[in-house]
């Protein structure tokens, strides 16, 4: 029995002699992998983190230049019928964009008219008015493809004001007897 584990002892140590000169340089490259791969196995997903955290990041930004761009979105209610001049509300809305607006958002969105002269002259006329507002930084003016889906302030106001006059007058459910315990 000793006999059989001597004979495969020899054999396996004639073979990798054999071998082991021939593919020394890839036994080398094995070897030095391990710890590679050992400090990788152990920080697993760490390194992977990254990058998915980015996508979502990302994801976000557009999201939030998507909603910048709708709240700072000049439509056609800001404008009056000929499309030429700002109504009051839309002078008020470029008047909070360059003031209240976080610095990096501070940007009005025009939203593209029926054709491409009256888009030109809506730029203009909010041009105009950001060049004339004082004590305000200059703001970028682009054009928008993005519709605006509310309503007009006058709109949203009248229906406030119908809300308010057919509230309800509050009043206390049950009435308080002003009369004394000991009852007279």
């Known amino acids: 029995m000793f006999g059989r584990y001597v004979i495969r002892l020899s054999l396996a140590i004639i073979v990798l002699g054999y071998v082991a000169p021939l593919v020394g340089g890839e036994i080398a490259d ?16 760490e390194p992977f983190v990254h990058p998915d955290r980015a996508a979502v990041r990302q994801t976000n930004a557009i999201q939030i230049c998507d909603g910048w761009e709708r709240q700072n979105l000049l ?16 002078r008020l809305r470029v008047q909070w964009i360059m003031n209240e607006v976080p610095e990096p958002h501070r ?16 730029m203009q006329a909010v041009q105009r008015l950001v060049s004339q507002m004082p004590y305000a930084v200059s703001v970028p003016v682009f054009e928008s493809t993005r519709t605006d889906e509310g309503w007009p302030a006058d709109r949203i106001d009248s229906v406030g004001r119908s809300a308010e006059k057919a509230a309800i007058p509050p009043k206390l459910l049950g009435t308080v007897n002003n009369k004394s315990p000991g009852g007279s």
């Open 75 to 90: 439509s056609d209610y800001h404008f009056l019928s000929g499309g030429s001049e700002l109504t009051e509300d839309g």
């Open 30 to 45: 094995f070897l030095s992998t391990i710890p590679r791969d050992f400090k990788r196995r152990n920080c697993w997903p």
């Open 107 to 122: 940007q009005v969105f025009v939203h593209r008219a029926n054709t491409p002269q009256e888009t030109a002259v809506r």
